[in-house]
């Protein structure tokens, strides 16, 4: 398994607050994602890195933001959590060129009341 | 553009019944292919792959063909067990730029004892 793990992996908060979700790989990939999944909706794209602090917008980037300031990490910050952005948050690292594969971590699971 | 399109689950079989899974694409320039696999609160693993056309991806008793004229990549197993039901997911990477993958709504087999 491709070394990637979420944090938190459940995470309850209200509607207004700030969340940062993170991904954390020891693969050293070039690719990481972030996406959310939605019964009906299947997975979707919020934002991708393709370097350290090199980063662009998926289809569902509003209301979120990303950093990556070292090649291992990639946040995901809601700046003010809304109940629509409940869901299951997935990040995925992939080494690059067309041919590669996505791998996933185990997802976080975020319930804003 | 590049999408997928997969066929509506969930699907229903019982335990060593022939298994299909219909997926389609949508894509410029030559795009790998990509099947998903999803269990209950994990994340996404990969199932198999085919990079160019008539290219035939296996494993676990899995297999899909790349169909260029079809624009196809339908999953199909010979006999399903129950530790098969999941949520499947098929893709496409684009390959040009940055390996950015589009994902189907995902199918749930349910496989009955």
């Known amino acids: 398994d491709a070394g990637i793990t979420q944090s938190p992996r459940h995470k309850v908060t209200e509607t207004g607050t700030p969340v940062t979700l993170r991904c954390h790989q020891t693969?050293?990939?070039?690719?990481m994602y972030w996406y959310r999944q939605d019964p009906g909706h299947g997975l979707r794209l919020i934002h991708y890195?393709?370097?350290?602090?090199?980063?662009d917008k998926g289809e569902v980037s509003d209301g979120y933001s990303v950093s990556r300031s070292k090649t291992e990490d990639f946040l995901l910050t809601l700046e003010s959590a809304t109940s629509s952005q409940t869901s299951v948050y997935f990040c995925a690292i992939s080494g690059g060129g067309g041919t590669d594969t996505q791998y996933f971590g185990p997802g976080t699971r975020l319930t804003v009341l | 553009g590049n999408s997928v399109t997969q066929m509506e689950g969930p699907v229903t079989l019982s335990e060593e019944a022939f298994l299909t899974i219909n997926c389609t694409y949508t894509a410029t320039g030559y795009p790998s292919l990509f099947w998903y696999v999803q269990y209950p609160g994990e994340g996404l693993q990969l199932l198999l792959k085919?990079?160019?056309?008539?290219d035939k991806g296996s494993n676990k008793g899995f297999e899909a063909t790349y169909r260029k004229e079809t624009t196809s990549f339908h999953l199909e197993k010979g006999s399903v067990q129950v530790s098969d039901s999941a949520v499947y997911f098929c893709a496409l990477s684009s390959g040009y730029n940055f390996n950015k993958f589009y994902f189907g709504s995902g199918t749930k087999l349910n496989v009955k004892p």
């Open positions: 693969e050293n990939h070039r690719y």
């Open positions: 085919a990079t160019k056309a008539d």
């Open positions: 890195s393709y370097g350290v602090k090199d980063t």
